[in-house]
């Protein structure tokens, strides 16, 4: 069982930046891939950036290709997402999501935990 505990949303102005981090619970963190998602309202979640176990592969949605860095340190137990150029498309609850497999994968079905989300607002 792991519990996976969100922080750093917040609003931010058009082009800023924000941190999330997501902190997870139990010391087999590092066996857990790792992956973030977004909700937005009346929409449905969508992939945001994915994490293997070692930190040595990463996959991105290409809406946030090449502003969103998606990192973990394993001794803390917390994986982040680094949003940079933020849009007001960006607006969404994001998730963090843990699972148990060697894969990075961006289907959320394949995700075993989730945290309760963190609220992210960019306004233009």
């Known amino acids: 069982q792991v519990q996976l505990v969100e922080s750093g949303g917040g609003l931010v102005q058009a082009g800023g930046s924000l941190r999330l981090s997501c902190a997870a619970s139990?010391?087999?963190?590092?066996?857990?891939?790792m992956g973030w998602f977004r909700q937005a309202p009346g929409k449905e979640r969508e992939f945001v950036a994915a994490?293997?176990?070692?930190?040595?592969?990463?996959s991105y949605a290409n809406s946030v290709k090449g502003r969103f860095t998606i990192s973990r340190d394993n001794a803390k137990n917390t994986v982040y997402l680094q949003m940079n150029s933020l849009k007001p498309e960006d607006t969404a609850v994001y998730y963090c999501?843990?699972?148990?497999?060697?894969?990075?994968?961006?289907?959320?079905?394949?995700?075993?935990?989730w945290g309760q989300g963190t609220q992210v607002t960019v306004s233009s």
């Open positions: 139990g010391r087999t963190f590092s066996t857990y891939g």
């Open positions: 994490i293997s176990r070692s930190g040595g592969s990463t």
């Open positions: 999501a843990a699972r148990s497999g060697l894969i990075v994968t961006t289907t959320p079905e394949e995700y075993d935990y």
